[in-house]
Nanobody, 125 residues
Framework: QVQLVESGGGLVQAGDSLRLSCTAS??????MGWFREAPGKERELVAA????????RYADSVKGRFTISRDNAKTTMYLQMSSLKPEDTAIYYC????????????????????WGQGTQVTVSS
């Protein structure tokens, strides 16, 4: 059974940091990423990477503030979020695919075959 389990969300103040984790099981993935969905908005890429480390993509809105990484076993992915802003408030979803996706595909949620349930991140001003 394929499972992606997110953790680490919560309520923080603007300027704070938060780290999200996503643990994968049931399948070997080659690409993992984070998407987010804010109220009234479409789901969008936050950051994604090939687990080999060869390709990493960030949304322009989070560059310099967020860092995506994974553990050596390539079963857990992290999103270190710093200098959080109220506009970062959203449900954050972990996504994964067994293929090693190319850079242009990383921003398309349809490229990812497996999804977690999401974790809420709320940033107060």
């Amino acid at each position: 059974q394929v499972q992606l389990v997110e953790s680490g969300g919560g309520l923080v103040q603007a300027g704070d940091s938060l780290r999200l984790s996503c643990t994968a099981s049931g399948r070997t993935f080659s690409t993992m990423g984070w998407f987010r969905e804010a109220p009234g908005k479409e789901r969008e890429l936050v950051a994604a990477m090939r687990l080999s480390g060869s390709t990493i993509r960030y949304a322009d809105s989070v560059k310099g503030r967020f860092t995506i990484s994974r553990d050596n076993a390539k079963t857990t992915m992290y999103l270190q979020m710093s200098s959080l802003k109220p506009e970062d408030t959203a449900i954050y979803y972990c996504a994964a695919d067994t293929r090693g996706l190319i850079w242009s595909s990383l921003s398309d949620q349809r490229s990812f075959g497996s999804w977690g349930q999401g974790t809420q991140v709320t940033v107060s001003s």
